[in-house]
C-alpha cells in the first residue's frame, strides 16, 4: 500500500512540475513577451554601443593630448586652431587659396545658373 501511495505522489508531482513548466514556457513564446525581450535586448545593445563610443572618445582626447604635448602644440593657448586661422585668411583648406579673396584681378565668378532638364518638356 505505501509502494502505491509514494507512485501516485510522485506521479502527481511530476505532472504538476511539468504543467508549471509548459505554462512558463509558452507564456515566454507569446508575441508581447517575445516583443518586450527584443526591445530589453535592443535597450541593452544600445547601452553597450554608447559605452563603446564614451570609451572611444575618452582615449581619442587622451591621446590628442599626448600628441599635442609630444609635438609642443598646447604650448601658446592664445593662438587659434589650424584650422581657424587658415579659414580667416581666406584660403581654402581642401583648394589652397580662396579665388574669391584672391587679389587676383582676372578672376571671374562663376554663374549661378544650373540647367535643370525639366524646363525643355
Not at 516583443?35 to 545593445?45: G, Q
Amino acid at each position: 500500500m505505501f509502494r502505491r501511495t509514494f507512485w501516485f505522489t510522485a506521479g502527481a508531482a511530476a505532472g504538476v512540475w511539468a504543467t508549471t513548466k509548459v505554462n512558463r514556457k509558452i507564456k515566454q513564446l507569446t508575441p508581447e513577451s517575445l516583443a518586450a525581450r527584443a526591445a530589453d535586448k535592443a535597450i541593452e545593445a544600445g547601452h553597450r554601443v554608447k559605452d563603446f563610443a564614451l570609451d572611444v572618445r575618452a582615449g581619442m582626447v587622451q591621446r590628442e593630448a599626448e600628441l599635442g604635448e609630444a609635438l609642443g602644440l598646447n604650448a601658446d593657448p592664445e593662438l587659434p586652431p589650424r584650422r581657424l586661422a587658415a579659414l580667416e585668411s581666406g584660403d581654402d583648406p581642401q583648394h589652397g587659396k580662396n579665388p574669391k579673396y584672391s587679389k587676383n584681378p582676372t578672376y571671374v565668378e562663376r554663374s549661378t545658373y544650373t540647367y535643370n532638364r525639366n524646363e525643355d518638356h
